[in-house]
T-cell receptor
Framework: IAGITQAPTSQILAAGRRMTLRCTQDMRHNAMYWYRQDLGLGLRLIHYSNTAGTTGKGEVPDGYSVSRANTDDFPLTLASAVPSQTSVYFC??????????????FGEGSRLTVL | GQNIDQPTEMTATEGAIVQINCTYQTSGFNGLFWYQQHAGEAPTFLSY??LDGLEEKGRFSSFLSRSKGYSYLLLKELQMKDSASYLCAVMDSNYQLIWGAGTKLIIKP
């Protein structure tokens, strides 16, 4: 089944540890995104990539890094986790083609708790 | 600043109609999206409006007025499975999505 796969689905992490959230898509979409979702707030963009080999900062990039070595994979790394990074993280992709709606396709989310 | 406003929570009865409003103030406009998100799940795309007017898709319709910075999502013949959060998002002049906090819709029998 085509779509986006995120791993892990849930993780409890000690503060100060390094963590990488994995995201893989098989739809050959050009654009990929990482969002965090916190209660009472809208989805907030962390980082994005318009195409393989390029990345950009979103609204809340501090403490996070990404890479886009190929079209399919877009991992998100927390270099040294802090409790404020406790959240649900969603990876998303879009084809970004002219004439399309640009709708986002989301992964199932990764629930991260930093203690 | 950029801002998307939608009610935090709404309650409706099974079989009825409900309208979820969204107002926005953004730097430019390149379309408005509605997404549905069931508890513990990923958001899924419902609708996209870029021109003024009503877009109908089965039991769901979405309306846009660009001059008023206003949209609504209309759900007809409500079913229990429609209990979810509904997210409004606007694409600004830089083609970045600005998200509202979502409206939690509770359907009662």
């Amino acid at each position: 089944i085509a779509g986006i796969t995120q791993a892990p689905t849930s993780q409890i992490l000690a503060a100060g540890r390094r963590m990488t959230l994995r995201c893989t898509q098989d739809m050959r979409h050009n654009a990929m995104y990482w969002y965090r979702q916190d209660l009472g707030l809208g989805l907030r963009l962390i980082h994005y990539s318009n195409t393989a080999g390029t990345t950009g900062k979103g609204e809340v990039p501090d403490g996070y890094s990404v890479s886009r070595a190929n079209t399919d994979d877009f991992p998100l790394t927390l270099a040294s986790a802090v409790p404020s990074q406790t959240s649900v993280y969603f990876c998303a992709s879009s084809d970004g083609l002219a004439g399309t709606t640009g709708e986002l396709f989301f992964g199932e989310g990764s629930r991260l708790t930093v203690l | 600043g950029q801002n998307i406003d939608q009610p935090t929570e709404m309650t409706a009865t099974e079989g009825a109609i409900v309208q979820i409003n969204c107002t926005y103030q953004t730097s430019g406009f390149n379309g408005l999206f509605w997404y549905q998100q069931h508890a513990g799940e990923a958001p899924t795309f419902l609708s996209y409006n870029v021109l003024d007017g009503l877009e109908e898709k089965g039991r769901f319709s979405s309306f846009l007025s660009r001059s008023k910075g206003y949209s609504y999502l209309l759900l007809k013949e409500l079913q229990m499975k429609d209990s979810a959060s509904y997210l409004c998002a606007v694409m600004d002049s830089n083609y970045q999505l600005i998200w509202g906090a979502g409206t939690k819709l509770i359907i009662k029998p």
